[in-house]
């Protein structure tokens, strides 16, 4: 595959693009997951709040792809914090999904009103060493969310999942992730697609390399490092997002992208969003 392995704290290998399928009809998703593997996509991104791992697990079984050559992360919902529910909701989501183990379970948002996101971290730490979450990780934890888990459990996450495109470029947590040995996942990569798509920043990059403003934002993710999973319905969009190892942008090209930053961001913010 043309796509590359990012090597994560505890040594397994993740493919760096892959495809997400948030906001996805459960009634398309096992469609659309088949045209990704199709295109080459072995890396899927799903959720227990999307409501479609069932139609990921059915479109993992008809793909006749093996189970190693396939990364497939879910997330423990909010209504699932806890030791135990974590753990529960795992074998749940391994139920709907067809596996015996996902690649990557992550906590979805960490709900600070709550205050469980340490009991819940312990919790996959637990799915971990049963075997069925091969990595474990976070999603949308700020930099003092973090500090608890490094003070408090035994094991660094491998990944924080966040949102991050060239609005929101997050240098904070980055730098953070890279002196604990964190991976960095962003999440809606092209600010999922409105307005930020048509910066004629982008247009005039894209026009250089014969490539489209989506290509370009995506390629300035694989070069910083991030890993990255943008999402589509429609089958052109779907190649068109994985085209983009046959180009590179320039030192000056990625200056230019990173003075995009507005600190815009398009989802909640972590420490006030509770549900
Ligand atoms: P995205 O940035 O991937 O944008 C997707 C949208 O952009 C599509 O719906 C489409 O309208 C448009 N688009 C796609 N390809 C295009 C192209 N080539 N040209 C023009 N427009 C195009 O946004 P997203 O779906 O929010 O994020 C991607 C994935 O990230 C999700 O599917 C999900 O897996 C994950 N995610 C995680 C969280 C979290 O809290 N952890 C939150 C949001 C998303």
């Not at 799903?46 to 990921?56: C, I, L, P, S, W």
């Not at 948002?109 to 971990?128: I, M, N, R, S």
């Not at 910066?199 to 490539?211: C, R, S, V």
């Not at 990625?254 to 972590?270: F, S």
Request: aromatic share 6%; charged share 25%.
């Amino acid at each position: 595959s043309d796509v590359p392995g990012i090597e994560l704290n505890n040594g397994t290998v993740i493919p760096q693009l892959g495809f997400g399928v948030f906001q996805i009809d459960p009634s398309d998703t096992a469609e659309t997951v088949l045209t990704a593997f199709e295109a080459g996509y072995r890396h899927i991104d799903t959720a227990q709040m999307y409501g479609n791992e069932a139609e990921v697990g059915e479109a993992i079984a008809k793909s006749g792809l093996g189970r190693d050559e396939l990364w497939i992360t879910t997330k423990c919902n909010n209504s699932n914090h806890g030791y135990d529910d974590s753990q529960r909701a795992l074998d749940e989501s391994l139920g709907k999904l067809g596996l015996d183990a996902v690649d990557l379970y992550l906590i979805h948002w960490p709900l600070p009103g709550k205050d469980l996101y340490v009991e819940t971290w312990k919790g996959l730490e637990k799915a971990h060493e049963d075997g069925k979450a091969r990595t474990i990780g976070v999603s949308n934890f700020q930099p003092h969310h973090l500090d608890r888990l490094l003070e408090e459990t035994e094991t660094v996450p491998a990944i924080n999942q966040i949102e991050l495109h060239p609005r929101m470029q997050q240098a904070g947590l980055r730098s953070y992730h890279e002196r604990h040995g964190i991976r960095t996942e962003a999440w809606s990569p092209i600010g999922q697609g409105r307005g930020l798509l048509d910066a004629p920043e982008l247009a005039e990059i894209a026009q250089a390399h014969g490539k489209s403003a989506a290509q370009v934002v995506l390629r300035w993710h694989i070069q910083l490092g991030n890993i990255i999973f943008p999402k589509s319905v429609t089958p052109d969009r779907i190649r068109e997002n994985k085209d983009i190892f046959d180009f590179e942008l320039s030192h000056e090209e990625m200056q230019k992208i990173d003075g995009m930053e507005k600190a815009e961001r398009l989802g909640p913010d972590p420490d006030t969003f509770a549900r």
